[in-house]
């Protein structure tokens, strides 16, 4: 089990960070473009990720989290 866990660690916050972050983002795109309601559904994960990002000293990370949020607001306005 340890194994998985230093796959993920390393896929989010290690050398891997920026592939995770853009196969998360398909996902969240992916959601808020396909279910109406996928966008309240990521829009705490992106915010607390966000979070993590900053504690970790991954600032850009950070940043781009933040921002895709504000994409999933912009979604979520224009599809109420």
Known sequence: MSEIS????ELFYGSGSWL???ILLSIIIALS???KWGAVLMLPIVIFLGIEYIT???LWNGLI???????????MIRNK
């Open 6 to 9: 230093e796959v993920f660690t």
């Open 20 to 22: 995770g972050i853009l």
């Open 33 to 35: 473009l396909k279910i």
């Open 56 to 58: 970790e000293d991954l």
């Open 65 to 75: 989290m933040f921002f895709s949020g504000i994409f999933i607001l912009i979604t």
